[in-house]
């Protein structure tokens, strides 16, 4: 059921199915709901799925002041919109960008969540230096995207090191995340790096050890960087288990569907409290 929410000046999409405990879904940047479909029928057995496009992307509005996307107002709008969707505390799984919201929500708000699944995410950068860089590396990205328009920047995106584990894949794999990464407005994409990229993020290393939550760390094996991310966060969670799935990179669920769905049940359908 596909539903819009208002939620701070902003209409936010969300598409709900099943019933059950609440499992909200934050897709990555440059994505929306459609990439999570291939799973939601399984999910909505046993659980009231509720499936976010984040600021600027998919059907949700698209503000035009970069500000507006700063993660403290995302994490207003992630509040309201928990409230009106779960009865109570939910399950909250995010890849990347989605990822990195998702652990600055369960850090911030444990008690709104009984678990928390990270897909190829990562609690930011540490040093100022860092991060520093990365906010003009962003600025530069988001400049370009406004310039060039969605087309030549999803070419750009398309090409970088991050996908090369995807050429194997099947071309209408591949066509359907194409048709998916276009349908996304420029403006929502840039002012998602000025707001909420990596480099305006807070680091979240110094509170992973304070986060008691059953936590899912998800991560390909051909994706070095963030399988030592990941194997490092995992060393400092309290209740956290990693898989690092072979022959996948960064986009897991899109490169090994089937093991990532068998995780996912295994984490949370399979756990004592949802059998």
Known sequence: MNNKIAIN??????????????????????????????????????????????????????????????????????????????????????????????????????????????????????SAEDRQQRVESDTALAQRIQNEGIEAFVNFWESIPLWASQSSLAADTLAAQRSQRLANNPVGLANSLLGMGTGVQPSLWHQLANLSLPTLLICGALDTKFTAINQRMNDLLPQSQLVIVPDAGHNVHLEQPEVFAKQIETFLISSPENT
């Open 9 to 126: 000046g902003v209409t936010y999409h969300l598409e709900e199915a099943g019933t059950g405990d609440t499992l909200i879904v934050l897709h990555g940047f440059t994505g929306s709901t459609a990439q999570w479909q291939p799973f939601v029928d399984a999910w909505a057995q046993h659980f009231h799925v509720v499936l976010v496009d984040l600021l600027g992307h998919g059907q949700t509005d698209v503000p035009e002041s970069a500000s507006r996307y700063r993660l403290k107002h995302v994490r207003r709008d992630l509040l309201k919109l928990i409230d009106a969707v779960s009865d109570g505390p939910a399950h909250l799984l995010g890849y990347s960008m989605g990822g990195r919201i998702a652990l600055y929500m369960a850090v911030n708000h444990p008690n709104l969540f009984q678990s928390l699944i990270l897909e190829s995410a990562s609690p930011g950068l540490e």
